[in-house]
């Protein structure tokens, strides 16, 4: 026996014969629906629209060594609520919502876009952790370009 996808075998009016050998309890009328329906989709070459986008402009990215990511990463949600402590200190609406590693050093995502002053704050933060090392800290920046990618090709029935 030869086994046959829905799409396959709904392809050709030859093949009608093949959906009613898979579904034997349907209706002739059902079969002939399921194999015009399948055609007209077909026939339509319809494409899906889908991107993804890059990195957000809401996060702070702080290049650091990798000895010291992990450092930040294995006490991320201190670090966070300390974050959010210094920024609400100084009367500022944002908030980090937590720390992941990114290639390079630490991602820092926030509720909202970060400003220069932000990235002061944040990083006169990762500089008072006494475990890292204060010239090993660059300064935080925000992600500079955007990269999108794009799904062609699956099919839409």
């Known amino acids: 026996m030869v086994l046959y996808s829905f799409a396959q075998v709904a392809m050709s009016v030859e ?3 093949h959906i009613k050998e898979a579904f034997p309890a349907l209706p002739n009328s059902k079969i002939l629906d399921i194999h015009n329906l399948v055609f007209l ?3 339509r ?3 899906i629209q889908i991107t993804t986008k890059g990195p ?7 290049p650091i ?17 300390l974050i959010n402590s210094l920024l609400k200190n100084a009367k500022l609406t944002i908030q ?3 720390i992941c590693p990114c290639l390079g050093g630490v991602s820092i995502t ?19 952790i006494n475990s890292i090392n204060n010239d090993k800290v660059l300064f ?3 992600p500079q370009s955007k990269s999108y990618l794009k799904i062609t090709g699956i099919l839409y029935i």
């Open 15 to 17: 093949n009608i014969l």
């Open 96 to 98: 980090s919502e937590f």
């Open 65 to 81: 060594l990798e000895k010291h990511i992990d450092l930040i990463i294995k006490e991320a949600s201190i670090h966070t609520s």
């Open 110 to 128: 926030t509720n909202n876009v970060l400003v220069p002053s932000d990235l002061s704050i944040i990083e006169k933060y990762i500089k008072s």
């Open 45 to 47: 070459k319809r494409k």
């Open 56 to 62: 957000s402009r809401k996060q702070a990215i702080v």
């Open 140 to 142: 935080p920046c925000l």
């Open 41 to 43: 989709i077909t026939q």
